[in-house]
């Protein structure tokens, strides 16, 4: 048994895993030999796949600051892989102690990990679940223990929704989560996309790989036309819907050569 008290049965390195394989491409050395090998497929075919998924984090770390700063105290982060510091609530507890985060991540190596270093205080809490199902997560004991809905929540889908292959399940599911959030909620989101990207870069053959590998979970690309849908019910938060670097960076502006690596879209909005 795992720390979490999961089967360490259930942990499969036959399949490629998109969180271990994230993890690799931060330079992690959470992921097994399956995680590695398809994951240096998609570097081979796409080299951005590295500074997009680091500015990725980037991202999910400004975004966890502006959510605090604007009040947020309650964090639920879906998807949120192999832990990798700072974690969510080191972010947004640095800036208020008092913030509390329940993480979920389909991934039962990502248990194995959360007891190190995602646990430990009465602020934070993890479990596996499906965000395809939104009842069993919103209603789960951990949530419940640390989530009032009667006050705004911080919701994170930082990287996960293009592994919903079906537009209309992606709306769906959001909009699920989006309805069980009290008005003055933030959601935080970033998505793949090909937009900045030519068709010789590489990233159709990178994203190929996830299918080909038989991964737990395929990527799908999204243009913005398709992406920003998925803020209906909130207002965006200024500069609404942009390539990641773009979104308050820390410092100086990125250069057009900086952007030129960066495949993925991100934003917050504020449930109306």
Do not use: C
Not at 3 to 32: C, K
Not at 105 to 110: C, E, H, L, Q, S
Not at 156 to 178: G, T
Request: glycine share 10%; no cysteine.
């Amino acid at each position: 048994m795992t720390e979490q008290g999961f089967p360490v049965g259930e942990i499969d390195t036959s399949r490629p895993h998109p969180a271990r394989m994230y993890d690799f491409y931060l330079g992690g050395r959470d992921n097994y030999e399956v995680d590695r090998e398809a994951a240096q497929r998609v570097i081979d075919f796409f080299p951005d796949i590295v500074p997009t998924t680091r500015a990725n984090r980037q991202f999910m770390h400004r975004a966890v600051r502006h959510l605090v700063r604007a009040g947020i105290r309650q964090i639920i982060d879906i998807g949120t892989g192999i832990p990798t510091a700072p974690n969510t609530h080191q972010v947004a507890q640095e800036v208020a102690p008092d913030v509390r985060v329940a993480y979920i991540d389909n991934d039962p190596i990502v248990a194995t990990h959360a007891g190190a270093h995602l646990l430990g205080t009465g602020n934070t809490g993890f479990f596996l679940g499906d965000m395809r199902d939104p009842d069993a997560i919103l209603g789960h004991p951990t949530i419940g223990k640390l989530i009032d809905f009667d006050q705004p929540v911080g919701l994170l889908l930082v990287a996960v929704v293009h592994f919903l292959p079906d537009d209309a399940e992606a709306a769906a599911l959001i909009a699920a989560y989006r309805d069980a959030l009290p008005a003055g909620s933030m959601f935080v989101l970033t998505h793949a996309t090909e937009d900045f990207h030519s068709v010789e870069a590489g990233m159709g053959e990178a994203r190929d790989v996830y299918r080909q590998r038989g991964a737990t979970a395929t990527v799908t690309t999204r243009r913005y036309e398709q992406i920003l849908p998925f803020f209906d019910g909130y207002d965006l938060v200024d500069p609404g819907l942009v390539q990641i670097p773009l979104w308050h960076p820390d410092g100086e502006l990125p250069t057009a050569e900086e952007l030129s690596h960066v495949g993925t879209y991100g934003g917050i909005g504020v449930k109306l």
